[in-house]
């Protein structure tokens, strides 16, 4: 690790959830400085066309960890985390949406499985969703299809609440060039 560099990175791929961002980050900077460990917070706005990037630059202001990396155009979920993934610092990499489905509450839980070298990775699953019926049954029918073909154990694969080692990422991305995005 770098000389001022963070042991915890949290990512979080953001578009349009204005209204979401300043208790999102309100509650990850409570968790993440309870953990007493350096952090940085990237929120990585994925092209937003509401006010989006005003309410980042407002916990900016409030919370100097929080960073906003900035993609001009709306890439999708997969890429802006794939950018910030690729921009953390941190040893320790953790992630989550940004809409309010994720509790950072639950890092310590998944990042104390990380640290025990029981795992590298360690996922949350959401258990209160607040998503529409057909996307729940889509859900469900696709982490089933999915977990009988990768009998992985991944409860729920659709969720982002994640901690991993940096070198976990660094094996998942070795060429560094993903859907066209230079990473």
Same mark, same amino acid.
């Given at each position: 690790m770098t000389p001022n560099a963070p042991e915890l990175s949290q990512v979080v791929p953001v578009f349009n959830e204005a209204g979401n961002i300043l208790p999102l980050a309100e509650r990850? #900077? &409570? =968790?993440?400085? @309870?953990?007493?460990?350096?952090?940085?917070i990237i929120l =990585?706005?994925?092209g937003s066309t509401d006010a989006t990037? #005003?309410?980042? @630059?407002? @916990?900016? @202001?409030?919370?100097?960890? =929080?960073? &906003?990396?900035?993609l001009r155009q709306n890439s999708g979920q997969a890429i802006a985390l794939l950018t910030g993934l690729r921009a953390a610092r941190g040893e320790y990499l953790l992630m989550m949406d940004g809409d309010g489905q994720n509790d950072p509450r639950d890092y310590p839980a998944l990042l104390a499985? #990380?640290?025990?070298?029981?795992?590298?990775?360690?996922c949350g699953w959401r258990v209160d969703r607040h998503d529409s019926t057909l996307r729940r049954i889509m859900s469900r029918i696709a982490n089933s299809v999915r977990?009988?073909?990768l009998k992985d154990g991944v409860h729920d694969a659709g969720c982002?609440?994640?901690v991993m080692r940096r070198e976990v990422r660094d094996a998942f991305f070795p060429m560094g060039d993903v859907e066209g995005v230079r990473l």
């Amino acid at each position: 690790m770098t000389p001022n560099a963070p042991e915890l990175s949290q990512v979080v791929p953001v578009f349009n959830e204005a209204g979401n961002i300043l208790p999102l980050a309100e509650r990850s #900077v &409570e =968790v993440l400085r @309870a953990m007493g460990r350096p952090f940085e917070i990237i929120l =990585v706005n994925d092209g937003s066309t509401d006010a989006t990037a #005003v309410e980042i @630059a407002e @916990a900016h @202001a409030r919370w100097p960890e =929080v960073i &906003e990396l900035r993609l001009r155009q709306n890439s999708g979920q997969a890429i802006a985390l794939l950018t910030g993934l690729r921009a953390a610092r941190g040893e320790y990499l953790l992630m989550m949406d940004g809409d309010g489905q994720n509790d950072p509450r639950d890092y310590p839980a998944l990042l104390a499985l #990380v640290e025990s070298g029981q795992v590298d990775l360690a996922c949350g699953w959401r258990v209160d969703r607040h998503d529409s019926t057909l996307r729940r049954i889509m859900s469900r029918i696709a982490n089933s299809v999915r977990g009988s073909f990768l009998k992985d154990g991944v409860h729920d694969a659709g969720c982002q609440l994640r901690v991993m080692r940096r070198e976990v990422r660094d094996a998942f991305f070795p060429m560094g060039d993903v859907e066209g995005v230079r990473l």
